[in-house]
């Protein structure tokens, strides 16, 4: 075999190629219009537009004309990645009449599992227990409340719906119904009990075609919203020994009643107060997080789905695992989902285009990114996911810390994302003491307190460019004179100055004149104008410590128009000079011509005065 087709798109598709170029395969890429920017397509050997006419999703779900132009191309091998059509038993089909491999199980084992009622009876035919449940949607009694609507043929929190109460059923069947018809093309849905404090515990398998089958260990995908993982480590943290080892043989009992091969993940509901564990479902795929079970054992799960597919055996090379007893595992190793959603609006997601990117490094630290890079346009058609990031270490602390650090490094600008967010979660005690449940973000309010990000460098860039080179654009175009006249310079006045707030604080005292202005029915107006013109640089302070500070001496030309400033606006509240912070700061300096100029100001009008607040 020497050439595989990717047929996703991202960072899965990117994943794919990597392992099949590591394998001595050619690669190909399928895009939509929509996608014709995406990176994977760029990272493959050949790439071609798929779904003419059709709309940005069913492009990708088109199995037909896929599978034409697989054949068409020379291709031996695809693999579907995860979503789109990676669970639909057609593809499958469609490439053995077309004499080509499709890298996972069997279609009649993704019927089988493809269906959760299906997948519930054979774990109880395998002995492994199952949440109780039903696929009469009439029949609530049989459960009691509160309970869970799910979708029968699909995954990834669509389709679900949690039940408080009998009154509440009606609408919410209607709900996960209509998103499931929606999501998967069968609205089929069934129910199961709503275990409140629950962990969301999964395990990694993988199997060959002769018969062979080992878990990689487990993973704890329990940081979920709205029923969609956002951050899963490997292994589960504080989950008893008893119970891990329990729930890895569980999955391999029904990995062998299904006669599963290719990879997949068997998923479990632990009771944390209990711990009592149930089956939920099979994923027969590569799952979004499998990169936490690969740095942890050090196994590359798609090579090995690849080779699996081409009839190799598991413990034969050149795939050559270890058998189940020697299968390493090392340290802890935490993947985060990194997303153009909003987490300070409801997690809405973003649009447009990426101003600024900068991905972190360093020891420990995987990407996984398919639309991540400076100028990249991110568009609402598709998942808003924008790269992983995994995180690894010996201890889970420091897993912790380690990742972290990498979301920190990161500088996205452009769309918004939910980087804050995924900071509070891997620095939250419960998650670092492994005690948190499916529950965790709903009632963890403080995962939502986020501190002001400021952007500096970004701003500066924008008025740098657009301003000083490009020209300011609430000027541009407009005709620019061939000379500009000199501002008229008022005569000197030489009638003394009317009264103002000043000699008005002099003579009440600051306590009444603050009850004089707010006693005040207008509005008081304050005019910095005179200081901005007594300094020619606004950073006074960083540029008085460089010794690099200009004070403009106070002129007859500037006290003209002081004196006509003070007459013609007399009801002026404040006019403000030099700020108290920059007088003090001046003196300790030895900067004392500043002093001079207040004064002569402070004599030609009766509103001058030192900014209060920095007294």
Known sequence: MKKLLALNRGEIAIRIMRAATELGLRTVAVYSKEDRLGLHRFKADEAYQIGEGLGPVQAYLDVEGIVALAKEKGVDLIHPGYGFLSENPALPRACERAGITFVGPSAEILELLGDKTTARKLADRAGVPVVPGTDNPADTAKIGFPLIIKASFGGGGRGMRVV?????????????????????????????????????????????????????????????????????????????KKVREAVAEAALKIAREAGYYNAGTVEFLVDAES????????????????????????????????????????????????????????????????????????FTPDYGRLQTYRSPAGFGVRLDGGSAYSGATITP?????????????????????????????????????????????????????????????????????????????????????????????????KKQPKEFRPAPVPPRINAPAPRGTRQLLDELGPKKFAQWMTAQPGLLITD????????????????????????????????????????????????????????????????????????????????????????
Request: proline share 4%.
């Open 381 to 477: 058609y598709y998942d808003s996911l924008l790269v992983k990031i995994s995180a690894w270490a010996s201890e889970f602390e420091q897993t912790c810390n380690r990742a972290d650090r990498a979301l920190r490094e990161f500088r996205v600008r452009g769309v918004k994302t939910n980087i804050p967010f995924l900071e509070n979660v891997v620095n939250h005690p419960d998650f670092r003491a492994g005690n948190v449940t499916t529950s965790f973000i709903d009632q963890t309010p403080e995962l939502f307190a986020f501190s002001l990000r400021k952007d500096r460098a970004t701003r500066i860039l924008t008025y740098l460019g657009e301003t000083i080179v490009n020209g300011n654009p609430e000027v541009a175009g």
């Open 275 to 346: 711990g009592e564990f149930y089956f939920i479902e099979v994923n027969p795929r590569i799952q979004v997080e499998h990169t936490v079970t690969e740095m942890v054992t050090g196994i590359d799960l798609v090579r090995c789905q690849i080779l699996a597919a081409q009839g190799h055996k598991l413990h034969e090379q050149p795939i050559n695992l270890p058998r189940q007893a020697e299968i390493p595992l090392y340290g802890y190793a935490l993947q985060c989902r990194v997303t153009t959603e909003d987490p300070t609006n409801n």
């Open 164 to 240: 408080e109460s009998q009154d509440q059923f009606a609408g919410k069947l209607e709900e996960a119904t209509r998103e499931a018809a929606a999501a998967f093309g069968n609205g089929a849905v069934f129910l199961e009990r709503y275990i409140r404090r629950a962990k969301h515990i999964e395990v990694q398998i993988l199997g060959d075609q002769h018969g062979n089958i080992v878990h990689l260990h487990e993973r704890d995908c329990s940081v979920q919203r709205r029923h969609q993982k956002v951050v899963e480590v490997a292994p589960a943290v504080n989950l008893p």
């Open 528 to 615: 910095t104008t005179f200081r901005d013109a007594l300094l020619r640089r606004d950073l006074f302070l960083d540029d008085l410590k460089c010794g690099t500070i200009v004070a403009v001496p106070v002129t007859e030309r500037l006290l003209r128009h002081v004196e006509t400033v003070t007459r013609e606006l007399p009801a002026t509240c404040y006019l403000r000079t030099f700020d108290a912070l920059h007088l003090v700061t001046a003196a300790d300096s030895g900067f004392t011509e500043i002093w001079t100029n207040d004064r002569h100001m402070l004599a030609a009008a009766p509103h001058f005065g030192l900014r209060g607040s920095s007294v």
